[in-house]
């Protein structure tokens, strides 16, 4: 399965993280269509609805600074207007923790744009029993 | 945002998890694609293709039983030739152990049936703080 590190909606991908890394949430915001859905390891449903992650991304803004980050090994399946996008992830935080992360983004094209319409972030193998 | 439990995909979905917590994997294997990818909370790196995901499969063969488990909420953005699946879900194990989970699944139509091409686990709030 070939890697493909120089697709598009890599680029895309690391300016909104760039941006993420630096406390501001508006570069996904302003990448995600109005249907876009949501999950991460510390809300309790799924949020639907860029409404409703806007609210929550707000409540995030300036707290986060990351020194550093990757992704690891990006993949983009691509077929008609959708595209996935999955990768690892690591970033280091300016209080020197590094962390790791599993992600999967699904990509809706709109006319000449990509709009993201699903986020899941997750932790790689924080340590928990498959029972 | 409607809520779609009646999608064919969430039956298909459902059918898969059945035999899933009956301990039999392959349900799952049947509805993949060759180039499915594959996220869960135990595996250090993404898993990239139907073979490695049917090894990984293998090895937990007959170790999970589930008492009973349900799917909440989910939703399908069907485009094109691709759907995506996201969905919460709750499952009792035989030990008495619940469960929370986040959950995307994305599927490609091949002719007539749906394939899965990316499948994304991970444990909701497992109680990690956002730093």
């Known amino acids: 399965m070939s890697i493909q590190k120089t ?3 890599v680029a895309i991908e690391h300016r909104a993280l760039e941006r993420w890394g ?4 508006s570069g996904y915001l302003e ?3 109005p249907d876009v859905v949501y999950f991460d ?3 309790d ?3 639907d609805g ?3 992650l806007g609210r929550y991304y707000e409540a995030l803004r300036g707290t986060i600074h990351a020194e550093n980050f990757e992704i690891i090994d990006p993949l983009v399946q691509e077929h008609g207007v959708m595209a996935v996008l999955t990768f690892n992830f690591r970033c280091r935080l300016a209080s020197g923790a590094e962390l790791r992360w599993n992600c999967t983004e699904v990509y809706r094209r709109q006319g000449a744009e990509w709009r993201l319409i699903q986020s899941h ?3 790689t193998n924080p340590g ?3 029972q």
């Open 41 to 43: 390891p510390f809300v």
């Open 22 to 25: 630096q406390g501001d949430p």
């Open 31 to 33: 990448i995600s269509a």
């Open 45 to 47: 449903y799924r949020i």
């Open 7 to 9: 697709h598009e909606l």
């Open 128 to 130: 928990s029993s498959a």
């Open 50 to 52: 860029i409404e409703a």
């Open 121 to 123: 972030w997750s932790r």
